[in-house]
Structures are given as C-alpha cells and as structure tokens.
C-alpha cells in the first residue's frame, strides 16, 4: 500500500506561483505512473500533469498546465513535485498526488479516474 503527502498548496494573486510536493511512503515501480490531478466540487477531475518511465522518464501536461506547469521528481527520495506559474482564478481546485500502474491510465497516464492511490490533497486558490 503506498501513501501519498502531498504539501505546498495555498492562497496566491493572479501571475503568482506556488511549488507543490508529493512523498510517498515507500518506493513505487518504474511500470507505475505519478501524476497532480486537480477537481473542483462539481466538476470532474482533471490530470494537470503526470510523469512516467518508457526507456526515459516522460511528461504529459493537461491542456491547462502547458507552458505554465511543470511536473518532475527527485531520483533519490521520489519526491514529486509540480511548479505552477502564472496561476489563474481558473486554477483554483484542490490538487491531488497520484500513482498508479500505467497498463490502467493509458500511454499518457491521463485517464483522472483510474488511479491506483491518491494523496489527501492540499488546497491551491487563486485570487484576482
């Protein structure tokens, strides 16, 4: 069983920044995907970003995330981390750390629902 502490979440203006980070509680397979997944009561859940190994280590970011999140781990303690900028109202949600095999979440590890194990989530609001 593998938990999931997520950390760094908070209130930021329009165009701040905030570093979010994830450690697990024990080591997870390389055949596993990790991924920030956001939801906003009432509406479905959303992968912002994951990261997942075939050969190299790859990324995927969410229509939303591109060319202002970037996802990355450290290679010795697996902590995962996801540096947002340019934050918008529209990021306002509670972000999740996920992980999962990635013969359930699709070649991008994009499917937000098929999570194998999910962190308790950590607020993130953007104010205008």
Not at 34 to 56: C, D, L, M, N, Y
Not at 78 to 99: H, K, R, V
Request: with cysteine; proline share 4%.
């Amino acid at each position: 069983q593998v938990q999931l502490t997520e950390s760094g979440g908070g209130s930021v203006k329009t165009g701040g920044s905030l570093r979010l980070s994830c450690v697990p509680s024990t080591y997870i397979e390389r055949t596993y995907c990790k991924a920030w997944v956001r939801q906003v009561p009432g509406k479905a859940r959303e992968v912002v970003a994951s990261i997942f190994h075939t050969g190299g280590l790859n990324t995927h970011y969410g229509a939303a995330a591109k060319g202002r999140f970037s996802i990355s781990q450290d290679t010795l303690d697996s902590t995962l981390y996801l540096q947002m900028n340019s934050l918008e109202p529209d990021d306002t949600a509670m972000y999740f750390c996920a992980a999962g095999p990635r013969s359930d979440l699709g070649d991008l590890c994009n499917r937000p629902d098929d999570f194998a194990y999910w962190g308790q989530g950590t607020q993130v609001t953007v104010s205008s």
